[in-house]
């Protein structure tokens, strides 16, 4: 025990490893904050520049940036309604809204300190059942990872109004625009209509920006005459009134951040979208309506997707199986450096693993204290006049469209679809489901195919496998569930009860 402390808390006396984590932690932030500049992107360029460093300084910095990137893209998620990163889409469902109440301090405040909360849970949980947590998420078969992907697009119900049938058409709209590209199986053509430019398939990040970036551009444009919002900076770190209040659905949705992040391949993103799926679906008398600006609509997804950055390292750590896209650069920098992630460094390494644990601590406050600094600062851009304000938001669309893959096709398609966009929320559909289905549209399309292909391509054995398995079984009832609570299915069953 004394052992693992002292690995643990490596780097807490180390004042250059102390600068790494900070220094990562806060250029993670603004990374992350800039839309198509994105955590991955960053820390695979790292791996060029810390090639020749010490192990220990090169997972520090890493560390740091990874911490602070996933919480950065809340910002212009509150801001400009400009999701970061894909983890804060659904940030930007209430963030947005309280931001053009007066509120975007509170907002922040209440979105780094629940990042916080849930970061460390997820931290806690690594370090408490990293084994338990793996050993369960190795027995996800590819048909369970295909119904939890259909499930996530399921519960675009509830980023879709009242709505069922329009979020489907959103999520089925975006699972279209999953597939174009070359067959991630069999490399055939589809929807590509002979153009090459086609064969990698549209950048989500592109979508991404297109749909909310460029469509509120568009929206303000209407909105021209109307002064700009002065914001309310009285508060910035919540209550503990309003701490106590939110803890306990913080603490459950950093529940499900981190199980989901555990789940190969998945990610924060499905994790903060399933986590303000259940805060709408359980929290009781909101003070305001979930997308009208809910406190709980922030809570629980940065809950979820911090707590889901310690899930994604459970399997990463403990099996040599990347969680998340970043993870799966973190394997390669580990064997760059001599290290064989798996569960032969639990055994061999121990404290590799416990020096982890204890950099993601740093990391986590620090990503604290950068978040609440400086706020004031950042609010100001909303109060910009929209004049301005409306040019800042295409310039930054544009630059991050274009930052991804260095194309301007990507531009071009950024810039459709927010014209796109534009008319969606009018004619009263959510973007949201829209990214979330070319998100979860290749998880789909592999795992169906590698769980037909595993039945030798029999449905009768797919389905009988399927109701054997308690895992499946529970996830099929979930889209069953879902599906019926957004129809009037669950209220005939009712007053045939009541009537019985």
């Given at each position: 025990?004394?052992?693992?402390?002292?690995?643990?808390?490596?780097?807490?006396?180390?004042?250059?490893?102390?600068?790494?984590?900070?220094?990562?932690?806060?250029?993670?932030?603004?990374?992350?904050?800039?839309?198509?500049?994105?955590?991955?992107?960053?820390?695979?360029?790292?791996?060029?520049?810390?090639?020749?460093?010490?192990?220990?300084?090169a997972l520090?910095?890493?560390?740091g940036?990874?911490?602070?990137?996933?919480?950065?893209?809340?910002?212009?998620?509150?801001?400009?309604?400009?999701?970061g990163?894909?983890?804060?889409?659904?940030?930007?469902?209430d963030?947005?809204?309280?931001?053009?109440?007066?509120?975007?301090?509170?907002?922040?405040?209440?979105?780094?300190?629940?990042?916080?909360?849930?970061?460390?849970?997820?931290?806690?949980?690594?370090?408490?059942?990293?084994p338990i947590?793996?050993?369960?998420?190795?027995?996800?078969?590819?048909?369970?990872?295909m119904?939890l992907?259909?499930?996530?697009?399921?519960?675009?119900?509830?980023?879709?109004?009242?709505?069922?049938?329009?979020?489907?058409?959103?999520?089925?709209?975006?699972?279209?625009?999953?597939?174009?590209?070359?067959?991630?199986?069999?490399?055939?053509?589809?929807?590509?209509?002979?153009?090459?430019?086609?064969?990698?398939?549209?950048?989500?990040?592109?979508?991404?920006?297109?749909l909310?970036g460029?469509?509120?551009?568009?929206?303000?444009?209407?909105?021209?005459?109307?002064?700009?919002?002065?914001?309310?900076?009285?508060?910035?770190v919540?209550?503990?009134?309003?701490?106590?209040?939110?803890?306990p659905?913080?603490?459950?949705?950093s529940?499900?951040?981190?199980?989901?992040?555990?789940?190969p391949?998945?990610?924060?993103?499905?994790?903060?979208?399933?986590?303000?799926?259940?805060a709408?679906?359980?929290?009781?008398?909101?003070?305001?309506?979930?997308?009208?600006?809910?406190?709980?609509?922030?809570?629980?997804?940065?809950?979820?997707?911090?707590?889901?950055?310690?899930?994604?390292?459970?399997?990463?750590?403990?099996?040599?199986?990347?969680?998340?896209?970043?993870?799966?650069?973190?394997?390669g920098?580990?064997?760059i450096?001599?290290?064989?992630?798996?569960?032969?460094?639990?055994?061999?390494?121990?404290?590799?693993?416990?020096?982890?644990?204890?950099?993601?601590?740093?990391?986590?406050?620090?990503?604290?204290?950068?978040?609440?600094?400086?706020?004031?600062?950042?609010?100001?851009?909303?109060?910009?006049?929209?004049g301005?304000?409306?040019?800042?938001?295409?310039?930054?669309?544009?630059?991050?469209?274009?930052?991804?893959?260095n194309?301007?096709?990507?531009?071009?398609?950024?810039?459709?679809?927010?014209?796109?966009?534009?008319?969606?929320?009018?004619?009263?559909?959510?973007?949201?489901?829209?990214?979330?289905?070319?998100?979860?549209?290749?998880?789909?399309?592999?795992?169906?195919?590698?769980?037909?292909?595993?039945?030798?391509?029999?449905?009768?054995?797919?389905?009988?496998?399927?109701?054997?398995?308690?895992?499946s079984?529970?996830?099929?009832?979930?889209?069953?569930?879902?599906?019926?609570?957004?129809?009037?299915?669950?209220?005939?069953?009712?007053?045939?009860?009541?009537?019985?």
């Amino acid at each position: 025990m004394t052992e693992a402390l002292s690995y643990f808390t490596t780097a807490w006396f180390d004042p250059w490893l102390l600068f790494l984590i900070a220094a990562g932690t806060f250029a993670g932030i603004y990374i992350g904050a800039i839309p198509g500049l994105s955590v991955t992107m960053a820390v695979s360029i790292l791996i060029s520049f810390t090639f020749s460093w010490d192990v220990n300084d090169a997972l520090c910095l890493m560390v740091g940036i990874f911490m602070g990137g996933v919480y950065g893209g809340s910002r212009t998620a509150i801001l400009l309604n400009i999701p970061g990163a894909p983890s804060a889409i659904a940030t930007a469902l209430d963030g947005y809204p309280l931001a053009q109440r007066g509120e975007a301090g509170e907002a922040i405040g209440i979105s780094t300190v629940m990042s916080f909360f849930g970061g460390m849970v997820g931290i806690a949980l690594l370090a408490i059942g990293a084994p338990i947590i793996s050993d369960f998420a190795l027995t996800f078969q590819p048909r369970d990872y295909m119904l939890l992907a259909i499930l996530g697009i399921l519960l675009v119900g509830s980023l879709s109004g009242e709505s069922l049938a329009k979020g489907v058409v959103a999520g089925a709209f975006g699972m279209l625009i999953g597939t174009v590209g070359l067959d991630p199986l069999t490399a055939e053509e589809r929807f590509t209509f002979g153009f090459t430019e086609l064969w990698n398939g549209i950048s989500f990040v592109a979508v991404m920006i297109g749909l909310f970036g460029v469509a509120e551009a568009l929206g303000q444009l209407r909105q021209l005459e109307l002064p700009a919002i002065k914001q309310k900076i009285t508060r910035i770190v919540p209550s503990w009134a309003s701490l106590r209040r939110y803890l306990p659905l913080s603490l459950q949705t950093s529940m499900i951040g981190v199980i989901i992040g555990a789940l190969p391949g998945v990610g924060g993103d499905i994790a903060a979208l399933m986590a303000y799926d259940y805060a709408k679906r359980t929290v009781r008398d909101p003070e305001v309506p979930f997308g009208k600006g809910a406190r709980e609509g922030l809570v629980a997804p940065e809950s979820a997707n911090n707590a889901a950055v310690g899930g994604a390292f459970i399997p990463m750590l403990t099996l040599g199986i990347p969680g998340d896209a970043v993870t799966a650069i973190f394997i390669g920098a580990l064997f760059i450096h001599g290290l064989n992630p798996g569960p032969m460094l639990m055994i061999e390494q121990p404290h590799m693993f416990w020096f982890m644990v204890g950099n993601l601590v740093l990391a986590c406050v620090f990503m604290l204290i950068f978040g609440l600094t400086g706020i004031r600062i950042f609010t100001k851009i909303v109060e910009i006049p929209k004049g301005i304000l409306i040019p800042l938001i295409l310039l930054l669309s544009v630059v991050g469209a274009y930052a991804v893959n260095n194309s301007v096709t990507d531009v071009y398609w950024m810039l459709g679809f927010g014209v796109l966009g534009y008319f969606m929320k009018q004619y009263g559909y959510q973007v949201g489901p829209v990214i979330l289905g070319v998100i979860l549209a290749r998880l789909i399309d592999e795992n169906w195919r590698r769980a037909i292909i595993s039945e030798q391509e029999h449905l009768g054995s797919f389905f009988a496998n399927m109701f054997a398995s308690p895992l499946s079984l529970v996830l099929f009832a979930a889209v069953v569930l879902t599906v019926l609570s957004q129809t009037p299915v669950l209220g005939w069953i009712r007053r045939l009860f009541r009537r019985a």
